[in-house]
């Protein structure tokens, strides 16, 4: 039985395990029908996930399966999903070149519901999900859990709560976080510092004309005290000098009087 008639038979059911439990074990194992451009081929199709064939294996009755699915089936049970003849792991084959068939099928890409309309061949969709301005992305700040696409998460971690300080980009000066930058205002800030600015110089100009007052004050204490004890030292100075010159000045006129005196007694004599 080909491939393509094994695809459009339903692929039976293990007893003692329910359709929806078989369901998603195995709806994991090949590509989604809805990744691709344009309907892919039948044949390319796995009977037991009904998706296209994603690392396919053929099995010694011809029945090609992806990998994963046959290896889940044979866990259950040892026989071809479509044929029920016997199965063992040992005799399955890599079909390597129907899967280079499928590799080069157009997809589309996994954020097309998202907004992105590029198609590419399946085995370079991861190279384009690595670039994708709509695949999403964990915003890379501590503690935040948000995840945005790409094209945005530039934007994003200028807003985010969690992100760290940044410069205004305007050149304002001013260290902004997240919440700040949304309502920063560049004239606003500037003006802000400025009148801070003039009233930390207006407070230094009053302490410095207290001080100022204070040192004249003490100056003029000082100059005043110094005045003070010039003419306190003018006066010692005058009766320093003053004694001594009375003194000599008397004297020769006792001695005068004493010789006019021994004068007058011999003449009487």
């Known amino acids: 039985?080909?491939?393509?008639?094994?695809?459009?038979?339903?692929?039976?059911?293990?007893?003692?395990v329910s359709g929806a439990a078989v369901q998603t074990q195995i709806m994991s194992g090949g590509y989604d029908l809805n990744l691709f451009a344009s309907p892919p081929d039948?044949?390319?199709?796995?009977?037991?996930?009904?998706?296209?064939?994603?690392?396919p294996v053929r099995l010694p009755c011809s029945h090609v399966f992806c990998k994963k699915c046959i290896?889940?089936?044979l866990a259950r049970q040892k026989t071809c999903p479509c044929c029920r003849k016997d199965v063992k792991r040992k005799k399955m084959v890599h079909v390597n070149k129907?899967?280079?068939?499928?590799g080069r099928l157009e997809v589309k890409c996994k954020n097309a519901?998202?907004?992105?309309?590029?198609?590419?061949?399946?085995?370079?969709?991861?190279?384009?999900?690595?670039?994708?301005?709509?695949e999403l992305m964990a915003c890379p700040n501590k503690d935040c859990t948000a995840r945005v696409p790409r094209g945005?998460?530039?934007?994003?971690?200028?807003?985010?709560?969690?992100?760290?300080?940044?410069?205004?980009?305007?050149?304002?000066?001013?260290?902004?976080g997240p919440a700040e930058r949304v309502r920063h205002n560049c004239y606003r800030e500037l003006r802000n510092a400025w009148t801070q600015r003039q009233e930390r110089s207006?407070?230094?100009?009053?302490?410095?004309?207290?001080?100022?007052?204070?040192?004249?004050?003490?100056?003029?204490?000082?100059?005043?005290?110094?005045?003070?004890?010039?003419?306190?030292?003018?006066?010692?100075?005058?009766?320093?000098?003053?004694?001594?010159?009375?003194?000599?000045?008397?004297?020769?006129?006792?001695?005068?009087?004493?010789?006019g005196w021994g004068t007058q007694g011999q003449a009487t004599l």
């Not at 309309?117 to 709509?134: A, E, I, M, N, Y």
């Not at 971690?157 to 410069?167: E, S």
């Not at 005290?225 to 320093?240: H, I, M, S, Y």
């Open 152 to 176: 945005a998460l530039a934007e994003h971690r200028q807003h985010c709560p969690h992100g760290a300080q940044q410069r205004c980009p305007l050149g304002c000066g001013a260290t902004l």
């Open 98 to 102: 129907l899967r280079k068939t499928i």
């Open 42 to 55: 039948c044949n390319f199709l796995c009977s037991v996930c009904h998706g296209v064939l994603k690392r």
């Open 202 to 259: 207006r407070t230094l100009v009053l302490g410095l004309l207290q001080r100022m007052r204070k040192v004249y004050r003490t100056t003029s204490l000082i100059r005043r005290q110094l005045a003070q004890l010039g003419d306190f030292l003018e006066e010692d100075d005058a009766l320093l000098l003053g004694g001594p010159q009375e003194e000599a000045e008397a004297t020769p006129e006792g001695s005068t009087e004493a010789e």
């Open 1 to 16: 039985m080909s491939a393509h008639s094994c695809c459009e038979m339903e692929a039976p059911q293990p007893l003692g």
């Open 71 to 73: 290896l889940q089936w």
């Open 113 to 134: 519901e998202a907004g992105c309309v590029v198609t590419c061949p399946l085995v370079h969709r991861k190279g384009h999900q690595d670039s994708c301005p709509f």
